[in-house]
């Protein structure tokens, strides 16, 4: 295996390149893996990416890691120094066409059920209309619009899940402590004091316990712990606090370690928006409200409800509310972006990063940085 080179600044100039990448999780909610695709415009830039994934998932190294349409770009440094699974995919229909799998690494087809019913010699199936149970071969269940679609397929035999959408839930009504939720986050937006806050905290002891988890937790890295609600305020601000309450709309886990799929993807969508717009020079308020922006953005799948309806007690800036609701605008682009990651839409995805000046190694730090933001908080 030849040693990746460490990125130089001309590796990271706009050329039309991208890079994203997808959470894989087990039949526990857990995310184990991680799926990767990617499009290079020079060797110079693969042996970058190369060395990028190799120096950042040693601190957290995936169970799985699956390389779909990443061959030609990698395939010189493949396997990488990692401990991981490393899962080659190909459609089914090139399975003719395909070169080899080399030594160390594994090998998966993705199609349909009825096209990989006749695929021979592949160590994984990624599965396109999961449905039933599983074979005998590892299978991955492929493009499922949130956990619930995927509660019918556990424990039939599939080994893994991608999420690349949210569907609403069936529940009718939006718990009641999420609707508190919107109410408070209506007052800090309206800056209101300190004593209105902690009243109508003092109504919801479940959300200020979760408030007070979160404050805590290693993301934040405080010296001090709060110890109470008053206390949370003072040593976050109104910033911090209005963006801990914004996650903790998502926060409902069922045991530990267990994702909430609309956390992680709020989360995430949040804190690439954030990372992104820095990147890019954005004004520290604009990068703000990138974040905003992109928690929000599936706030209605969170309440079942239609998002004007629930924007309109929060006096949100008109900016937010025009990238929300439109997509339009700085803030309602970069949304596009990030959508479209979270699609697994490369075409889309290579429209926007050209339209942004952001290429495939930026892409992969960025999304990084995002992934092990979110995962500092929202599995434990």
Partial sequence: MIAPAKPSGADRQPDGSWTLIAPVFDHHR???GLWLEMACASDEQARAIAAILQERLQSKIPKWLF????QECLHPYLPLNLSSDQILVYPVTEQSERPPTPDGLHLA?????RELAHATGADWWIVTDAAGSAGSTSSLADG???WQPCQSLVGLGWSAFLITGNQRSARKQPKADQIA???LLGLVSSDADTDELESLFKTQPRLAFDLLNLVNSPA?????PATNFRHA???LGRRQLQRWLQLLMFTRQTSHHEVNSLLWHSAFRGRLMEL???HLDWSPTLSDQAFMVGVFSLIDVLLNDQLPNLLKPLALPAAIERALLEQQGPLGKLLCLVKAIERRDNVELRAWAKHFSLNALTLLELQLDSLFWVESFSSG
């Fill in 30 to 32: 857990r995310r184990s």
């Fill in 67 to 70: 390389l779909f349409g990443t």
């Fill in 109 to 113: 087809l993705r199609g349909s059920q």
């Fill in 144 to 146: 499922l619009a949130g």
């Fill in 181 to 183: 939720l919107t109410r």
């Fill in 220 to 224: 934040l890295s405080l010296r001090t």
């Fill in 233 to 235: 305020i003072t040593l």
């Fill in 276 to 278: 992104t717009a820095q």
